[in-house]
Every structure is written in structure tokens, then in C-alpha cells.
């Protein structure tokens, strides 16, 4: 009985405590939103000029959620459509990226099987009106406002194609249902391994999932590559869904912990498996995130597939909408993911900032050990690390200017418009005589040089006169230095032909296969992927999962 009454007693008290803590909290919060409220009152009664408020409201929201980590948003009326159409994967349109260039907004990459590629229009085509208004002085934004609509309606789009005669074109577009593809292409590669690229998690990317699975299997595949490079995540329904293609039926693949123990949720696989036995590769790097990590993060902890390719993202944070007033909503960070060794996969602790307000990864002096389910060692500490790590070369200046500035994707358009048919994605190759035709195309007085080097030697120039070194020997120094490292386009599109070939490629195919015709041409000089096919047909891929092998210390390299 006196222990009861200790008991009840502490009770009450712990309860005042709280009742005590929340409400002092409660009034800490209501203070803050009355200065707030007065402080705005005061500006909008006061201030010189007008203001706008939902833009300033706006931005105040937008500053105060930033500081708390870049996954809390606010989502306005007017943003929701972008909202829906990025978790669905769907929307009413004519089916293509568009993108706002020098020349006006054109058409980037009609999808496969979409209106607007089944009508006709191509990558390249300026758009110039939209049901006989013209789009002159639009945005992109309010150009794809224009192009979306209801299932079904019709659409009169004008364009102009360039590199032909008589190129402006009307084109009469029933809008449809666009369905995303989440899976851009799947195919069998050499020695029987199936290949699938998956770029999204959406409501849609489970069943094009397992297609493609049901179907390579069918055809025999041997082993399965699963490529999430690139791939920033999506809906965790999609990933907890696409694990049960490869496990068993009930297995506990991802736990969430929100705030106080009750917001604790385990996910199980709820779907019958196709294969839990295949061998199975996933390929991962830098921008493979939340949906993407918990899939692969799943699979390497239950020691069920080979992960290779570079460190992943680090993005372990849950995602869950609020309903607002006015039609608003918020998207609100409710959870952390932890993956079945227990490990967390968030990179970045947003609630301990440095002095400066800047957050960093947690180094990985400070990361922990965790066993898989047969006794390998994993670390923490944000992402997921490949068991086989695969080397890229750096993208080098020329080639991402010739990417960024559209030169290989004009190119692609002019080429299109003078060849009407070109070889297969497997045997295409850029010639000599296609190079070098590319290159003449590139105007030497509008190509872009970032020239750091140049900048590099005017400054170092400017030191040595400031500090007294600057004499005619000198100068002259600086001068054959200046002399070595000028620009000079021609060469340097020559050196750089093997980095930019892929490129040319890709926009060149896009024209004739769409996107799967890139990806098809990527797959012929894949480090990764050749690494992937070696250890799924060879004992490596026992090896590597076994407990008694020793952590991966080999590197694939990009050739």
C-alpha cells in the first residue's frame, strides 16, 4: 500500500511537471506569435512603401522552416499541382520537359508514348504559341501551366523547328494521362543478367518494377542489376513494396522513430516475392536518396544483394503532409529512418549547427559498427557505402560547358533534322566525321570559357606588382605562361573527344530511341555495370556476402 502511495504520488507530481513544461512552452509560443503579429501590423501601418504580404508572409515561412532542415516546406494553393504530380507521378498534359532557353521555352524530352511524341513535336522545337496566344514572353513555369490540363481535352501548339524550311508547325494535342515512367528501361545484358533502371519511388514504380523482374526472370536471367544511380527517392510505401520482390513475405526491412517512443513504426514486406534467391546487385551513388537508400540500405543489412558504386546520399529523414488553412500544406520532417542492422541513414543532424548556422556530415571518425544479418560489418554515419566502390573521373570544365550551354544538345537537333534514321542504340557510334562536324558547329566567340586559369594569372600578376616582384624578366614569364594555357577550342574539343562523346551520344539518340536509347548506349562502357555482371556470375558474389569475407578494399575504376 505505501508503495502505491509513493507511486501515485510520483505520478502526480511528474504529471504537474509536464503539465507545468507544456504549458510554459505554450506560452513561450504564443508571446513569440503576438510579437510576430504586432511586429507586421506595425510595418504594414508604417513602412514607407507598401507591402506584399503573402510574399513577405511567404518568406518569413520559408526562412523560419529552412532552419530547420531543407526537407520542411510550406506548400502553397498554387504549388500543390507540382506536389501531387511528383508523389503520383501523374498528370493531365501533353507529355514532355520543356526548359526556358535563349531562344525561348522549347520542347527537351517528349516522353515515350506520349501525345506529344505520338503528334510529332521533337526535342529542340520552340514553342511560339499555345491555343493562339503567344508564349513570346512566358516562363517556362507558366508555359507548363498552360500545357497541363484536364484528361482529354484538346490542345493547338505552334512551333518552330529549327535547321528546316518552312518550319513552323501547328500541331493538334489531346492532352492525357501522363504516367511518369519510373522505370525508363529494362533489358537482359551479356552472360544472362537482367538490367533494370528505376529513377523514382512514385504510386506506379512497384508494378514497373516487378514487370520488369517477372518478365527478365522469365527470360532467364540469371542475376539482377538494380540501378538507383541518381535516384532521390519518393514514397516509402514504393520502396517498402519493391523489397518484397526480393524477400520473403513479412520480413522487417525499415523501422521510423519519431518524436517519443509511440511513434515508432516497423515496415514489413506485405507482397509475395518473384526470386529471394537470385543474385542481386544494386548500384548506388551520390545522388541516390531516402527511398533509394532504404531499398539498398535493406538489402546490404539482410545481406541480400551486392551494393557497388559510390557513397549514397545520407537522406534519412520522414516526410509527412499537413493539411493548412486556405488550402495550404506543410510538409513536416516527422521521423528518422533506421535500416534492419539499426543503423540511421541521415548524413546531417540539423539540430546542431555550427556557429555560422552551417551543419556538416558526421565524419566518419565518429561513425559506429552494426553486423548484417549474417555477422558483416556495416557503418552508420549517413548513406549507404557501396561493398564494392567504383571510381568516376571528374566531369572537367569544357565538357560540363558544352553539356550546360546546350551545345551537344542543339547539335542534336540539327543532326536530326538532316539524317532521318541512324543505327541501332547498340551500334551507334560517333564518328570522326560526326566529331568533327560537331565541332565546326561550336561558334569559338559564343563558347563559354570559364577561363579560371586566365583570371588565375591576371590576379598572380597583380600580386607580384603590388609586392615588388614585377620587372620585365618577369613579365615576360608571365607572358609564355599567359601563352601556354590560352584557350584554344579546337585542341581542347580534341582532348576532351572521349569525355564529351557520351554526351553527343546521348542527345543524338534521344532524338530517334528516346531515353531508353541513351541508357542502352550507356550501358556499353559501365564500369559499374561490367563490375556488377563479373560478381553476379562468379563466386565473388558468396564471397562478399559471406560473414567470414574480409570489407571490400578493391576499386573499380571508369576507364
Not at 434 to 454: L, S, T
Request: overall charge neutral; glycine content about 8%.
Amino acid at each position: 500500500m505505501k508503495k502505491l502511495t509513493i507511486f501515485a504520488a510520483a505520478l502526480i507530481v511528474i504529471t504537474l511537471l509536464s503539465s507545468a513544461a507544456t504549458r510554459s512552452k505554450k506560452n513561450e509560443i504564443s508571446r513569440n506569435l503576438d510579437i510576430f503579429n504586432a511586429l507586421y501590423k506595425e510595418l504594414q501601418t508604417f513602412y514607407v512603401d507598401s507591402i506584399n504580404a503573402e510574399k513577405s508572409i511567404n518568406t518569413a515561412i520559408r526562412a523560419m522552416l529552412n532552419d530547420i532542415d531543407p526537407y520542411t516546406e510550406y506548400i502553397p494553393a498554387s504549388e500543390q499541382d507540382k506536389f501531387r504530380t511528383m508523389t503520383s507521378g501523374e498528370y493531365g498534359g501533353i507529355g514532355s520537359l520543356i526548359q526556358e532557353t535563349p531562344k525561348g521555352v522549347i520542347i527537351a524530352d517528349p516522353y515515350e508514348g506520349s501525345p506529344a511524341r505520338n503528334a510529332g513535336l521533337r526535342p529542340g522545337d520552340i514553342i511560339l504559341m499555345i491555343d493562339g496566344d503567344s508564349v513570346s514572353n512566358w516562363s517556362s513555369s507558366k508555359v507548363s501551366e498552360h500545357l497541363k490540363g484536364q484528361n482529354g481535352s484538346d490542345l493547338k501548339l505552334t512551333v518552330k523547328r529549327p535547321w528546316v524550311e518552312d518550319s513552323i508547325i501547328t500541331f493538334d494535342i489531346k492532352r492525357a494521362k501522363i504516367q511518369i515512367p519510373s522505370v525508363p528501361y529494362y533489358g537482359m545484358l551479356k552472360d544472362n543478367i537482367g538490367y533494370i533502371s528505376l529513377n523514382t519511388f512514385s504510386e506506379k514504380s512497384y508494378q514497373e518494377v516487378r514487370t520488369g523482374v517477372e518478365d527478365l526472370v522469365k527470360n532467364g536471367a540469371k542475376g539482377i542489376i538494380l540501378d538507383l544511380r541518381g535516384n532521390g527517392g519518393g514514397l516509402v510505401e514504393s520502396a517498402i513494396q519493391i523489397l518484397g520482390i526480393f524477400l520473403p513475405k513479412g520480413t522487417s526491412v525499415l523501422t521510423t522513430r519519431g518524436k517519443g517512443v509511440l511513434n515508432e513504426k516497423v515496415y514489413k514486406t506485405s507482397v509475395n516475392p518473384i526470386d529471394t534467391k537470385i543474385p542481386l546487385a544494386v548500384l548506388v551513388d551520390g545522388g541516390s536518396a531516402s527511398a533509394s537508400e532504404i531499398v539498398t540500405g535493406a538489402l546490404q543489412d539482410l545481406d541480400r544483394a551486392v551494393v557497388l558504386g559510390n557513397r549514397s546520399f545520407g537522406k534519412g529523414l520522414v516526410q509527412s503532409t499537413r493539411s493548412l488553412p486556405y488550402d495550404g500544406m506543410l510538409k513536416v520532417t516527422i521521423a528518422k529512418y533506421y535500416i534492419p542492422s539499426g543503423r540511421l541513414i541521415q548524413a546531417i543532424d540539423y539540430s546542431h549547427r555550427d556557429a555560422d548556422g552551417s551543419v556538416t556530415r558526421i565524419p566518419d571518425s565518429l561513425t559506429n559498427v552494426f553486423k548484417t544479418a549474417g555477422g558483416r560489418e556495416v557503418r552508420d554515419g549517413g548513406g549507404i557505402t557501396p561493398d564494392i566502390k567504383v571510381d568516376y573521373p571528374d566531369v572537367n570544365r569544357l565538357t560540363y560547358n558544352v553539356v550546360r550551354d546546350n551545345w551537344a544538345f542543339d547539335y542534336a537537333t540539327k543532326y536530326a533534322a538532316q539524317h532521318q534514321s541512324i543505327p541501332t542504340p547498340e551500334e551507334f557510334e560517333v564518328t570522326d566525321e560526326i566529331y568533327a562536324d560537331f565541332k565546326g558547329f561550336i561558334d569559338p566567340k559564343k563558347f563559354n570559357y570559364d577561363k579560371v586559369c586566365e583570371s588565375a594569372i591576371e590576379q598572380l600578376r597583380e600580386l607580384a606588382k603590388s609586392e615588388g616582384y614585377m620587372n620585365d624578366s618577369t613579365s615576360a614569364q608571365f607572358d609564355v605562361l599567359a601563352g601556354m594555357l590560352k584557350h584554344d577550342l579546337a585542341r581542347d574539343l580534341d582532348l576532351n573527344r572521349k569525355n564529351i562523346t557520351p554526351y553527343l551520344a546521348g542527345e543524338i539518340l534521344n532524338r530517334y530511341y528516346s531515353n531508353r536509347g541513351e541508357i542502352i548506349y550507356s550501358l556499353r562502357d559501365d564500369a559499374t555495370v561490367d563490375s556488377a555482371i563479373n560478381i553476379l556470375t562468379t563466386p565473388r558474389y558468396s564471397q562478399i556476402l559471406s560473414p567470414a569475407s574480409k570489407p571490400q578494399k578493391e576499386t573499380a575504376k571508369k576507364k
